[in-house]
């Protein structure tokens, strides 16, 4: 079974471009949740996908965002970056069903912002 | 607050000694917590959950973790470090019925060898 993949693996962008990243879940997952991970501040949740909606958010501004799609793959976007929004996007998926389920991470997106 | 906390940043053991990498949580209702391991420029990796009714849990690699309702923490351990256990480890809790995981600040394990 093919593993959580995201692409691209890096980007660099300058300081108020916008970008979009990309999440593919394991096969038959519906769930789909977004961390950003910073040195200083950890791992931090964004937001969560359950079948086309947005289910849970982090704190972070509404210039993150996402969605899903019919087929569980998942997209982020942020507008005019900012130079803190540099870090390690990681995607996670899971059946999404019940609370004890374990989240399967992909190896994540680095952002560098210019 | 709900929170999950993971007292030492950093945790140092010779290799072939016993580790423990510590987690307790504050999370209302019965909590689900996890264990997660992240290699350098990798994602996280799923190690092992609590099971109910099991005080002692088995996981990948020959990592157990000790679950303790009482004090509320569920401590990694490992009998005999190796090298390559190197890594930093996130506990995690959900939160029931809030479809929400919760991660701990993440402690850095280094095995000397």
């Known amino acids: 079974k093919a593993g959580v993949t995201q692409t691209p693996r890096y980007l660099i962008k300058t300081r108020g471009q916008q970008v979009t990243l990309s999440c593919s879940p394991i096969s038959g997952h519906r769930s789909v949740s977004w961390y950003q991970q910073t040195p200083g501040q950890g791992l931090q949740f964004l937001f969560e996908y359950f079948s086309e909606t947005q289910r849970n958010k982090g704190n972070f501004p509404g210039r993150f965002s996402g969605r899903q799609f019919s087929n569980s793959r998942s997209e982020m976007n942020v507008s005019t970056l900012e130079l803190g929004d540099s870090a390690l996007y990681l995607c996670a998926s899971s059946l999404g069903g019940k609370e004890n389920q374990p989240q399967h991470f992909g190896d994540g997106t680095r952002l560098s912002i210019l | 607050a709900q929170s999950v906390a993971q007292p030492e940043d950093q945790v140092n053991v010779a290799e072939g000694n016993p580790l423990t990498v510590k987690c307790t949580y504050s999370?209302?209702?019965?909590?689900?917590p996890f264990w997660y391991v992240q290699y350098p420029n990798r994602g996280l990796q799923f190690l092992l959950k609590y099971i109910t009714g099991d005080n002692l849990v088995k996981g990948s690699y020959g990592f157990e973790a000790e679950f303790n309702k009482s004090q509320t923490s569920f401590h990694l351990k490992k009998p005999s470090a190796l090298v390559s256990d190197s890594a930093l480890y996130f506990c995690?809790?959900?939160?029931?019925?809030?479809?929400?995981?919760?991660f701990g600040s993440g402690t850095r394990l280094s095995i000397r060898p």
């Open positions: 995690a809790v959900s939160a029931p019925y809030a479809s929400k995981i919760i």
């Open positions: 999370v209302s209702g019965n909590p689900y």
